[in-house]
Structures are given as structure tokens and as C-alpha cells.
């Protein structure tokens, strides 16, 4: 199993690139269920996930070819065609190692108006159940049943009918399910208090290329009229925001300077906002944010809550650039119940922190030691990422494959701006 080896305290300079959007490519990928013609995807994140979901869309039938892909570059461009849907099941198997398997519940009811998918069961960081999915897809016609760990779902002959729903809280994954199934519906769909994350934004903007038909893109309340058929797209994903919030963090515990070639500020504001009260240089520009930290951060009180507010997806990587300000912070998550599990891996780096239900205490320290440590999942190995680059001697980090699902080639990209990291395989 991979370990990253990293020996601290070098001030990070220089251009970084920031990558397509796990979170967005994740949706976009299932997009090509929902036609028979072929859909291209630019930009797309060489990671983990990606490869995992095209798998999955192997199994559906759906092809998926990847164009003049060199070993430098970052990114590439694939061309996913489903011609046919040869099945409507997502087993357990995949499911299990990938939460975002479930986003093919909605396309495969539109297209093909039935699928079988596996429950996702819970994860790390928390319970995550999928009831809403299925309530907005009640809500447009479709019928569900739940037996032997498995969800189907099947919509009437002619497609679903189309009907309101309202979410009782805000989520992502079953806004983009809800979205993807309506847009073949025979009549309208309307979400209300639906989820306005960007990487909504980019599925809406893909799905209106391929001629669905879409109101309220990027509000709480999406309208979609259904049609009889989708037609094929050429599409880029969209700048990682929270890849580039963690490498703006980098800069930021290093007291180092770094432009994030590509990152979208537009989509940010928060992530950028709560920077800039700590005393970090944000500047903004066309190409991308350039973040420059000269001495002691200030700290900070921040409460994670769906877009625009802070992301929990930024909330473990500002907790380990808190643990060396200038003074206590206070960092809230409201998203997941378990979204602390770096805790005690920072502490054992000698960060001050403590938790009290979903509220986390971090009181500043002089100095991180490094330190062996694991992670539980993506965003808490980028923390101890962040904390081993700025610790005093050498952090081994555990369990790579966390941050293989989310970070693109981050060893790399952190190297070539000054870090002493390595990746080390056991063989
Ligand atoms: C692949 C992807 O895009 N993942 C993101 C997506 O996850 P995901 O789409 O799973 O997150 P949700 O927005 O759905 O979850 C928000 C909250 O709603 C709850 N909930 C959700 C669905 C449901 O049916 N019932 C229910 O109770 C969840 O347990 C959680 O407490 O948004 C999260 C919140 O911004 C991010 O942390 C994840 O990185
Ligand atoms: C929680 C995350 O992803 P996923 O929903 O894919 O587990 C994340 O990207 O931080």
C-alpha cells in the first residue's frame, strides 16, 4: 500500500494547476445514460473516482474511449457513448467503494425506466442515507421499492410523469439525481429548496447542450420540462473549488505564495472570504487566485452549510491551517455528523483541539512535530497533508487511496512548488 513522505517546513511558490472537478465530473458522467449519442467530457480529473464511475458505466453498456492522454498532462478528455443500456443494475460491489454510484439512479429511470441500484450503506463521515433521492423521485412518478439491500425503481410506460417536490434539507447528490431523471419526463418537474452547489450549475449546463429543457439554474427552485429525447454533447468540467481551497491552505501554513492556475473565484467566495480574515493576500484574476501569506494567520469562527456558505469539503483542510494561528478558533459542522475523524491524527502532530458534539475548539500552537498518521477519508488525509507540510521533520501519511480518489497526481503538483514529498510504495 502507497505512503506519502513529507519533510516540512518549506514555503510553497510558484503556479499550481488546478484540476476538473471530482464533484462535478461524478454527475456529469451519468449524463450519457440519459442519450444514445455520444457525449465528450474535456477536462475531466485523472482520479480514483473517475475511473471507478467509467467502470460502472462499462457495466451498463455505456463505451467509454479516452482520447491522446499523455503522462504530463493533467486532465483528459473522454467520449462515453450508450448506445444501448444493456443493464439497469449497479451492484453492491461498486456501490460500496463509491457513494456516487447511486447517481446513476436517475438517468437509468429515465432512459431506460427502471433501475436496481445498491443502497450505499453509510461512510466514514457519516450515516449519508439516500431517502431523499427516492422521495423526489416518488414525487415524479416513479414507483420504489427497497429489498435485500437494493433499491428499484421503475416509472410508468411512457416515462414519469412529472410533479413537485420540496426537500426538507438541502442536498446535492439528490438534487442531481432528481434533475438527471426529469429531464426525459413526459411532464414538468419542479425542486424546490433544491441544492445551488456550482457542480449543480455544470450538470444543469451540460444537460441544457444535450437539449433538456431547464429553468431556475443555480437557484433553490429548478424547473424542468421533460422531453422525448436528449442528443449528444461536447462538455468541460469545471476548476475543482475545493482542490483549489486545499492548495490555497497549503500557501497558507506555509507562509508560502502560490497562484491557482484555473481556480474559478466566482465559485469560492466563501472558501476566499473566510481566507482573507486570517490575514492571508487573495488576489483574483481571469487565469485563476493567487494566495500569499506573510506571518501569523488569524484565527477564525466558521460554520460549514450547503453553497454558498463554507463547504464541509474545506472543513478538516482549514482546521489543520488553524492549528498553528495566532489564538483559539471555532470551526461548526452542520453537514455530517461525523466529519472530525482527522482530529486525533492532527493531535498526535501536536495540534490543540476539541470537539463537543458538532463544534470543534482549535487553539493555536507554536509549532506541528512530525508524525505517522492515517486518515479515514479524502478531505481528512488532505489535512494531515497540509499539517505534515508544515511540521518540523518528517510525516508519513497512510491510506493514499483516500486522497487518490480526489486529488490528482497532488504529490506532483505539491513538488513542483517547493514541498519535500514523496509517494513510497511497499510494493
Ligand atoms: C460526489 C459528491 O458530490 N459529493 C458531495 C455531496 O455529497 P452528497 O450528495 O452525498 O451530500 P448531500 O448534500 O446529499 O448531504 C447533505 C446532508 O443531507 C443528508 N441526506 C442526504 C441525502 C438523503 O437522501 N438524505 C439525507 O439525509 C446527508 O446525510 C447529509 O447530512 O455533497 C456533500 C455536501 O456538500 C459533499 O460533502 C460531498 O463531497
Ligand atoms: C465527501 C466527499 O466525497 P464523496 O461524496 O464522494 O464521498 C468529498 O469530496 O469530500
Not at 437539449?211 to 449528444?232: F, S
Not at 472570504?273 to 485563476?288: C, H, I, Q, W, Y
Request: charged share 20%; proline share 5%.
Amino acid at each position: 500500500m502507497d505512503r506519502i513522505h513529507i519533510r516540512g517546513g518549506h514555503a510553497l511558490k510558484g503556479r499550481l494547476p488546478i484540476s476538473g472537478a471530482k464533484n462535478a465530473a461524478l454527475t456529469l458522467l451519468p449524463c450519457a445514460l440519459l442519450t444514445d449519442e455520444p457525449v465528450t467530457l474535456r477536462n475531466l480529473p485523472r482520479l480514483a473516482d473517475v475511473d471507478s464511475f467509467g467502470h460502472l458505466l462499462n457495466q451498463l453498456g455505456v463505451s467509454t474511449m479516452i482520447e491522446g492522454a499523455r503522462p504530463e498532462d493533467f486532465g483528459r478528455v473522454m467520449t462515453l457513448r450508450a448506445g444501448r443500456v444493456t443493464s439497469t443494475e449497479a451492484p453492491y460491489d461498486i456501490v460500496r467503494k463509491m457513494r456516487a454510484s447511486i447517481l446513476v439512479l436517475g438517468p437509468l429511470l429515465a432512459r431506460a425506466g427502471e433501475a436496481t441500484v445498491s443502497l450505499p450503506g453509510g461512510c466514514a463521515i457519516g450515516n449519508r442515507p439516500i431517502d431523499l433521492h427516492l422521495k423526489a423521485l416518488e414525487a415524479f412518478g416513479a414507483v420504489i421499492e427497497i429489498a435485500a439491500g437494493y433499491v428499484r425503481a421503475s416509472a410508468p410506460d411512457g416515462g414519469l410523469p412529472g410533479g413537485s417536490y420540496t426537500f426538507p434539507v438541502v442536498s446535492v447528490g439528490a438534487t442531481e439525481n432528481a434533475v438527471m431523471a426529469a429531464v426525459l419526463a413526459s411532464g414538468t418537474c419542479t425542486l424546490n429548496n433544491a441544492a445551488r452547489e456550482p457542480e449543480i450549475v455544470d450538470l444543469c449546463n451540460l444537460l441544457v447542450a444535450m437539449g433538456a429543457d431547464i429553468e431556475g439554474i443555480g437557484t433553490d427552485r429548478i424547473t424542468i420540462h421533460g422531453k422525448d429525447r436528449l442528443h449528444g454533447a461536447t462538455y468541460s468540467v469545471m476548476p475543482d473549488r475545493i482542490e483549489a481551497g486545499s492548495y490555497a491552505c497549503a500557501a497558507a501554513i506555509t507562509g508560502g505564495e502560490l497562484e491557482l492556475v484555473g481556480a474559478d473565484a466566482e465559485d469560492m467566495q466563501a472558501i476566499l472570504a473566510a481566507l482573507r480574515e486570517t490575514g492571508v493576500e487573495v488576489t483574483t484574476s481571469k487565469t485563476g487566485i493567487k494566495i500569499a501569506s506573510h506571518g501569523k494567520l488569524r484565527p477564525l469562527s466558521i460554520s460549514t452549510a450547503p453553497f454558498p456558505a463554507f463547504p464541509t469539503d474545506m472543513q478538516a483542510q482549514f482546521m489543520a491551517m488553524l492549528t498553528l494561528a495566532d489564538g483559539a478558533s471555532v470551526l461548526t459542522e452542520t453537514i455530517f455528523e461525523n466529519r472530525y475523524m482527522h482530529v486525533p491524527e492532527l493531535a498526535r502532530m501536536g495540534a490543540d483541539i476539541s470537539v463537543n458534539g458538532r463544534t470543534a475548539v482549535v487553539r493555536g500552537v507554536e509549532k506541528l512535530t512530525g508524525a505517522p498518521v492515517m486518515a479515514t477519508d479524502l478531505r481528512a488525509s488532505m489535512s494531515l497533508i497540509l499539517a505534515g507540510l508544515a511540521a518540523e521533520g518528517e510525516t508519513q501519511v497512510n491510506r493514499v487511496y483516500h486522497l487518490d480518489r480526489g486529488y490528482e497526481r497532488l504529490e506532483e503538483k505539491l513538488s513542483a512548488v517547493g514541498a519535500d514529498i514523496e509517494r513510497v510504495s511497499d510494493g
